[in-house]
C-alpha cells in the first residue's frame, strides 16, 4: 500500500493534514457559530455556508491560474500565509454587530483566498511526481492514500471543536444544549466556537514546519511547463491543438456532472447538521456511544492498516509482530469504550467525524478491491468510478429518507426539536455517502492530473474544485427549503439530481474514453 512511493507524497499528504485539521475543526461549527452570535435561521446560515463554500473551492481556478505562471510551490507558501490571517481575524472576538459582521466576512475571504492559492496547487505538485514513469502506474493509489491523510486531520477535528466547546462553557456554568436560548449561554457559546478559529491558525503553522522540512523530497515536481521546456527540451511532450481541445472538453464534462454530486455530499455541514440538531437523540447510551469516542475510532482506523499489512508481508517475523499489534490496538479500542461515559452527551457537530473517519478506515478495502480488478483485467475507469459514485451517494440519502418517514417536517417543528431518533441513522447516511465520495474523488483528482494538458495543469485543477464550488453553493438550495417543505422532499431532490447525474456519466464514458485516449 506504502510500498515504492515517492517521500514527497507523505511529505505533501502530511502538510496538507495539518491544513485540513484546522479547517474542518472551523467548519465542524461553522453554521452553529453564526446562529449562536447573530441569531441567524437555518435558511440564512445554510446560505452563508453555502456561499463561503462554493468561494473556498472556485478560488483555486485563480490560483490554478497564477501558479503557471509564477510557480505551484509559491503559491503554495503564499496560501498559507493568507490562511492564517483569515483565521487569525476569525478568531478575535467581536459583538454581533456589524463590526462583527465586517470581520467575520473579511477573515473568511482570507481563508478562501489562501485556500485557493494553497490546496489545488498542492495536488498538483503531488500529481508532477507521478509524471516520472517510475511512479506513473501509482498515481490512482497515490491520490488514495494523499485523500485518506487529508482526511485523519479531518477526523479529529469535530471532537477538537466540541472539546474547546465544552471546555469554555464549563468555565461559565454550562453545558452544551442544542434547544437553550439563553442570552449568556449564547455568548458563552459564540465566544467558545471563536476559539475554534484560533485551532486553525495553530494547525496551519505545524503544516508550514512540515512542509518545509521535507521540501527537498519534492522540491524537483515544483515546476510549471514552461521551466520543464527550459530545463529538458527534448523530453517536453506537446500535445496537438486538437489533443489539448478533446482533453479539456473531457475535463469540463466531468467538472459538470460531479457539481451534483458536491451539492448533495456537503450537507454535512448544513441540512445534515440540522438534523442532527433538530430530531436526533444527542444523548447515546450503550455500545453506540463508542461511536463518539474519537480515539476508539482512531486505534480502529489504525488497526485496519497493520491487519493489512500483516496479509501483505513476505516475513513471518514482521506478521507476527503486525497481527500483534492489530490485536492491541482493538484492545485499546474496546477499553476506551468500556470507559466511556454511559449515557454520553454528544453535538450535532459530533456527526461530522464520521465521514473522514470512514475514509480513513475504508480506504484500503477500496484500493484492494480495484487493484483485484486491475490485475484480473477488469479495471475500473476513473470517468466509470464518478458514475457509480452518484448512484451510491443516492442509495445514502435513500437511507436519511427512511428515517424521516415519520417526523414531523422543519415548517411544522419551528424551534423545537423532535430528539427521537437514534444517532445509528446519520452513522449510516454518513458510513454510505463516504463510500460514493472514495469511488469519486480521489479518482476525480486523480483523473484531472492524469488528463489536463501539461500547461494547463494548475487550471484544470483550479476547474475541479471549480465544480465542486458551484456544488457548495447550490447545497444551500436543501437549508433554503429547510422550513418550506415537507423534510422528504428534501431529501428526494438530492436522490434524484444524483440519479440524473449518475446517468448522464454513464452515458458519457465511451465518449470520455475516446477524448482522452
Same mark, same amino acid.
Given at each position: #500500500?506504502?510500498?515504492?512511493?515517492? =517521500?514527497?507524497?507523505?511529505? !505533501?499528504?502530511?502538510?496538507?493534514?495539518?491544513?485540513?485539521?484546522?479547517?474542518?475543526?472551523?467548519?465542524?461549527?461553522?453554521?452553529?457559530?453564526?446562529?449562536? =452570535?447573530?441569531?441567524?435561521?437555518?435558511?440564512?446560515?445554510?446560505?452563508?455556508?453555502?456561499?463561503?463554500? @462554493?468561494?473556498?473551492?472556485? *478560488?483555486?481556478?485563480?490560483?490554478?491560474?497564477?501558479?503557471?505562471?509564477?510557480?505551484?510551490?509559491?503559491? /503554495?507558501?503564499?496560501?498559507?500565509?493568507?490562511?492564517?490571517?483569515?483565521?487569525?481575524?476569525?478568531?478575535?472576538?467581536?459583538?454581533?454587530?456589524? /463590526?462583527?459582521?465586517?470581520?467575520?466576512?473579511?477573515?473568511?475571504?482570507?481563508?478562501?483566498?489562501?485556500?485557493?492559492?494553497?490546496?489545488?496547487?498542492?495536488?498538483?505538485?503531488?500529481?508532477?511526481?507521478?509524471?516520472?514513469?517510475?511512479?506513473?502506474?501509482?498515481?490512482?493509489?497515490?491520490?488514495?492514500?494523499?485523500?485518506?491523510?487529508?482526511?485523519?486531520?479531518?477526523?479529529?477535528?469535530?471532537?477538537?471543536?466540541?472539546?474547546?466547546?465544552? #471546555?469554555? !462553557?464549563?468555565?461559565?456554568?454550562?453545558?452544551?444544549?442544542?434547544? +437553550?436560548?439563553?442570552?449568556?449561554?449564547?455568548?458563552?457559546?459564540?465566544?467558545?466556537?471563536? !476559539?475554534?478559529?484560533?485551532?486553525? +491558525?495553530?494547525?496551519?503553522?505545524?503544516?508550514?514546519?512540515?512542509?518545509?522540512?521535507?521540501?527537498?523530497?519534492?522540491?524537483?515536481?515544483?515546476? &510549471? /511547463?514552461? $521551466?520543464? %521546456?527550459?530545463?529538458?527540451?527534448?523530453?517536453?511532450?506537446?500535445?496537438?491543438?486538437?489533443? &489539448?481541445?478533446?482533453?479539456?472538453?473531457?475535463?469540463?464534462?466531468?467538472?459538470?456532472?460531479?457539481?451534483?454530486?458536491?451539492?448533495?455530499?456537503? $450537507?454535512?455541514?448544513? @441540512?445534515?447538521?440540522?438534523?442532527?440538531?433538530?430530531?436526533?437523540?444527542?444523548?447515546?447510551?450503550?455500545?453506540?456511544?463508542?461511536?463518539?469516542?474519537?480515539? *476508539?475510532?482512531?486505534?480502529?482506523?489504525?488497526?485496519?492498516?497493520?491487519?493489512? @499489512?500483516?496479509?501483505?508481508? %513476505?516475513?513471518?517475523?514482521?506478521?507476527?509482530?503486525?497481527?500483534?499489534?492489530?490485536?492491541?490496538?482493538?484492545?485499546?479500542?474496546?477499553?476506551?469504550?468500556?470507559?466511556?461515559?454511559?449515557?454520553?452527551?454528544? $453535538? @450535532?457537530?459530533?456527526?461530522?467525524?464520521?465521514?473522514?473517519?470512514?475514509?480513513?478506515?475504508?480506504?484500503?478495502?477500496?484500493?484492494?478491491?480495484?487493484?483485484?480488478?486491475?490485475?484480473?483485467?477488469?479495471?475500473?475507469?476513473?470517468?466509470?468510478?464518478?458514475?457509480?459514485?452518484?448512484?451510491?451517494?443516492?442509495?445514502?440519502?435513500?437511507?436519511?429518507?427512511?428515517?424521516?418517514?415519520?417526523?414531523?417536517?422543519?415548517?411544522?417543528?419551528?424551534?423545537?426539536?423532535?430528539?427521537?431518533?437514534?444517532?445509528?441513522?446519520?452513522?449510516?447516511?454518513?458510513?454510505?455517502?463516504?463510500?460514493?465520495?472514495?469511488? !469519486?474523488?480521489? #479518482?476525480?483528482?486523480?483523473? /484531472?492530473? =492524469?488528463?489536463?494538458?501539461?500547461?494547463?495543469?494548475?487550471?484544470?485543477?483550479?476547474?475541479?474544485?471549480?465544480? &465542486?464550488?458551484?456544488?457548495?453553493?447550490?447545497?444551500?438550495?436543501?437549508?433554503?427549503?429547510?422550513?418550506?417543505?415537507?423534510? #422528504?422532499?428534501?431529501?428526494?431532490?438530492?436522490?434524484?439530481?444524483?440519479?440524473?447525474?449518475?446517468?448522464?456519466?454513464?452515458?458519457?464514458? %465511451?465518449?470520455?474514453?475516446?477524448?482522452?485516449?
Amino acid at each position: #500500500m506504502f510500498k515504492n512511493q515517492p =517521500k514527497g507524497l507523505f511529505a !505533501l499528504a502530511l502538510a496538507n493534514t495539518g491544513e485540513r485539521f484546522g479547517y474542518y475543526t472551523m467548519l465542524a461549527i461553522f453554521t452553529l457559530f453564526m446562529q449562536a =452570535k447573530f441569531g441567524w435561521t437555518e435558511a440564512a446560515a445554510g446560505q452563508v455556508y453555502a456561499i463561503f463554500l @462554493a468561494i473556498v473551492y472556485f *478560488s483555486p481556478l485563480l490560483g490554478g491560474f497564477i501558479a503557471d505562471k509564477i510557480g505551484y510551490g509559491k503559491c /503554495v507558501v503564499i496560501g498559507m500565509i493568507t490562511m492564517f490571517l483569515g483565521y487569525l481575524a476569525l478568531a478575535i472576538p467581536t459583538a454581533p454587530d456589524t /463590526v462583527g459582521k465586517v470581520v467575520m466576512f473579511g477573515g473568511l475571504g482570507l481563508v478562501s483566498l489562501g485556500t485557493g492559492l494553497f490546496k489545488g496547487n498542492l495536488q498538483v505538485l503531488v500529481g508532477n511526481l507521478y509524471d516520472d514513469p517510475k511512479y506513473s502506474d501509482r498515481r490512482d493509489a497515490a491520490f488514495s492514500l494523499f485523500y485518506m491523510a487529508i482526511n485523519i486531520g479531518a477526523m479529529f477535528a469535530p471532537s477538537m471543536a466540541r472539546w474547546i466547546t465544552n #471546555m469554555h !462553557l464549563a468555565k461559565y456554568g454550562f453545558v452544551y444544549d442544542a434547544g +437553550c436560548t439563553d442570552p449568556a449561554y449564547l455568548d458563552a457559546l459564540y465566544n467558545a466556537y471563536g !476559539l475554534c478559529f484560533g485551532v486553525a +491558525c495553530g494547525s496551519l503553522v505545524l503544516s508550514a514546519i512540515i512542509y518545509f522540512a521535507c521540501r527537498k523530497w519534492f522540491k524537483h515536481a515544483d515546476v &510549471t /511547463v514552461k $521551466q520543464v %521546456k527550459v530545463a529538458s527540451p527534448t523530453q517536453t511532450v506537446e500535445l496537438t491543438p486538437k489533443q &489539448t481541445k478533446d482533453r479539456i472538453v473531457a475535463l469540463l464534462l466531468v467538472f459538470g456532472v460531479v457539481i451534483f454530486f458536491w451539492m448533495a455530499f456537503h $450537507q454535512n455541514g448544513a @441540512a445534515l447538521t440540522f438534523f442532527a440538531k433538530k430530531y436526533t437523540n444527542l444523548t447515546v447510551g450503550g455500545p453506540l456511544r463508542f461511536s463518539f469516542n474519537i480515539f *476508539s475510532l482512531a486505534l480502529i482506523a489504525a488497526s485496519v492498516y497493520t491487519a493489512f @499489512a500483516t496479509f501483505q508481508s %513476505k516475513e513471518i517475523r514482521n506478521r507476527l509482530i503486525l497481527a500483534f499489534s492489530t490485536l492491541a490496538l482493538w484492545g485499546g479500542a474496546i477499553w476506551l469504550s468500556l470507559n466511556t461515559k454511559n449515557p454520553l452527551h454528544v $453535538q @450535532a457537530s459530533d456527526f461530522q467525524q464520521f465521514n473522514p473517519f470512514f475514509v480513513v478506515a475504508l480506504t484500503p478495502f477500496s484500493m484492494a478491491f480495484f487493484a483485484a480488478l486491475e490485475r484480473r483485467g477488469k479495471e475500473i475507469s476513473a470517468p466509470a468510478r464518478i458514475a457509480w459514485g452518484m448512484l451510491v451517494a443516492a442509495l445514502g440519502f435513500g437511507v436519511i429518507t427512511l428515517a424521516s418517514r415519520s417526523l414531523i417536517s422543519p415548517m411544522d417543528l419551528g424551534n423545537g426539536t423532535q430528539s427521537i431518533l437514534s444517532p445509528a441513522w446519520l452513522i449510516s447516511t454518513y458510513f454510505t455517502l463516504t463510500i460514493a465520495e472514495l469511488l !469519486l474523488s480521489p #479518482m476525480g483528482i486523480s483523473f /484531472v492530473t =492524469k488528463v489536463a494538458p501539461p500547461k494547463y495543469k494548475g487550471l484544470m485543477m483550479g476547474g475541479w474544485f471549480a465544480a &465542486t464550488a458551484i456544488g457548495n453553493y447550490l447545497s444551500s438550495i436543501p437549508s433554503m427549503l429547510w422550513n418550506k417543505i415537507p423534510l #422528504m422532499y428534501n431529501w428526494a431532490i438530492l436522490i434524484a439530481l444524483c440519479l440524473v447525474s449518475a446517468i448522464i456519466m454513464f452515458s458519457l464514458l %465511451k465518449k470520455l474514453k475516446k477524448m482522452t485516449a
